[in-house]
């Protein structure tokens, strides 16, 4: 019976949520940090650090691992720090959950399920593939959850965005031609903790059911807050220069047919309103448990990408 689960990058938008839901609901919970300590994250981990994982994991002695941490264009955290996650929970005898992307592949097939095997054509989507088959080789029975764009509680890093390209605290646009199918932030974490109890093993795609560029999503996170539309400004992957997955969508059906969680798309949680608070937690599906200006083009699930400054 898993009882005190692990979470790398629990002072993170997903590894904080995921902290919270699993504390909410009766798991004893201990969170990571790399520089800054959160209510959910009280160890400081570098999972650069090979010795430190398996220090931190051996004391700890957690019945599950959840792997939510990422560097995100540090090659060395996204897939030696998996690696390494990986490797100390095998020999502390601990179930693995592993978080991967949408971006280790490339678009041109569009539709992805669980057998696709990656093409990345950036950086990121390949250090996230590396990490996937570190993970695989290492615990053939850890699950590998392949998910998309975060968000749905106001704080994820699109929503966050978007506020600002509205406001004008930066200069930029959101692409018409990037084609995602979002994730609410509360599903795809209490998709994790079932995951962390259960045994699955092997790839697993979590995402929402509505494909939606990243223009229609910042429209739909407007009209939610009050926002106008018309200010967000549109542009397309093809004109900006930039070399990036274009539609990638992940199939859900095998997510659907062994969770339990149900995962909602877009057009249905970007229409509800906000919690109050971002501590309130949206109860529907939880099992109970004994500056400057700077020009940006938003990237598929890394950070804004500077081109230029005024």
């Known amino acids: 019976m898993t009882s005190r689960i692990l979470i790398t990058g629990g002072s993170g938008h997903l590894g904080s949520r995921t ?7 009766g798991f004893s919970v201990v969170g990571t940090y790399l ?10 981990l570098d999972i650069c ?13 957690p019945d599950a691992v959840i792997h939510t941490a990422s560097g995100r ?3 060395h955290v996204v ?3 998996a690696a390494h996650v990986a490797a100390a929970s095998v020999a502390a005898s601990a179930r693995l959950v592993h978080v991967s992307s949408d971006a280790l592949f490339s678009g041109r ?19 996230k593939a590396a990490a996937e088959t570190a993970v695989r080789a290492i615990d053939p029975q850890a699950a590998v959850v392949r998910t998309s764009l975060i968000l749905g509680d106001g704080h994820g890093q699109h929503e966050r965005l978007t506020r600002d390209l509205i406001t004008g605290h930066v200069h930029g646009a959101l692409f018409t031609d990037m084609i995602r199918k979002p994730v609410h932030v509360f599903d795809l974490a209490d998709a994790l903790l079932e995951l962390a109890t259960g045994d699955y093993a092997g790839i697993l795609n979590v995402a929402g059911t509505d494909p939606v560029s990243r223009y229609d999503l910042g429209v739909l996170m407007a009209r939610r807050e009050g926002l106008d539309p018309a200010q967000i400004p549109a542009a397309t992957i093809a004109h900006s220069g930039l070399r990036l997955p274009t539609d990638v969508r ?24 906000l919690p109050k608070t971002s501590r309130q937690q ?28 005024r």
């Open 19 to 25: 902290a919270e839901r699993a504390a909410t609901v």
């Open 35 to 44: 520089r800054t300590p959160a209510p959910v994250a009280g160890e400081r």
């Open 49 to 61: 650090d090979r010795s430190a994982v398996q220090e931190l994991i051996e004391r700890v002695r």
């Open 73 to 75: 264009d540090d090659w």
């Open 79 to 81: 897939a030696d720090g």
């Open 109 to 127: 097939n569009v539709e992805y399920d669980e057998t696709a095997t990656p093409d990345p054509i950036y950086p990121y989507g390949a250090a």
């Open 250 to 273: 992940l199939c859900t059906d095998r997510a659907t047919s062994v969770l339990n969680v149900r995962l909602r798309g877009a057009y249905e949680f970007m229409t509800m309103p």
């Open 282 to 309: 949206d109860q529907r599906s939880l099992p109970r448990h004994g500056g400057a200006r700077q020009r940006i083009w938003w990237t598929p699930t890394a950070p804004a990408r500077r081109v230029g400054a």
